[in-house]
C-alpha cells in the first residue's frame, strides 16, 4: 500500500517561498512510469494542478504558477519538495501531494489519482 504524507510549514508570510515535502513509503518515487504531483485546494475552489515530476525526474508545471513553481525529488529518502516562491495570500490552500499512472493536469476529483497524501493546510499571512 502507498502512502503519501506532506510536510512543512502551516504559516508562511507574504513574499516568503512556501516549501513543502511529500515522503512516500510503500513504493518507490522512481518506479517506471508514475507521475508525483502536488495539487491545491483554496476555499472555495476546486482542485488545482501545480506540477509533477517524473519517475526519471522530469518536471512539468501549470503554465500560471510556472515562474513561481520548482519540484525536485531526493530519492535517497523518496521524497519529492515543492517550491512555490513570493507567495500571496491567494496562495492559502490545502496542499496536496498525489500519485497518478499519466500526466494529469486537470484535477476533477480525488479519483483522477490513485493515492493522495493527507492535506497540509498552508496560511499565507503576515
Known amino acids: 500500500q502507498v502512502q503519501l504524507q506532506e510536510s512543512g510549514p502551516g504559516l508562511v508570510k507574504p513574499s516568503q517561498t512556501l516549501s513543502l515535502t511529500c515522503t512516500v513509503s510503500?513504493?518507490?518515487?522512481?518506479?517506471?512510469?508514475?507521475?508525483w504531483s502536488w495539487i491545491r485546494q483554496s476555499p472555495g475552489k476546486g482542485l488545482e494542478w501545480m506540477g509533477a515530476i517524473t519517475d526519471r525526474g522530469s518536471t512539468y508545471y501549470n503554465p500560471s504558477l510556472k515562474s513561481r513553481t520548482s519540484i525536485v525529488r531526493d530519492t535517497s529518502k523518496n521524497q519529492f519538495t515543492l517550491h512555490l516562491s513570493a507567495v500571496t495570500p491567494e496562495d492559502t490552500a490545502v496542499y496536496y501531494c498525489?500519485?497518478?499512472?499519466?500526466?494529469?493536469?486537470?484535477?476533477?476529483?480525488?479519483?483522477?489519482?490513485?493515492?493522495w497524501g493527507q492535506g497540509a493546510q498552508v496560511t499565507v499571512s503576515s
Open positions: 498525489a500519485r497518478a499512472g499519466s500526466l494529469r493536469t486537470v484535477v476533477t476529483a480525488k479519483s483522477d489519482y490513485d493515492y
Open positions: 510503500g513504493g518507490s518515487i522512481t518506479a517506471y512510469s508514475y507521475y
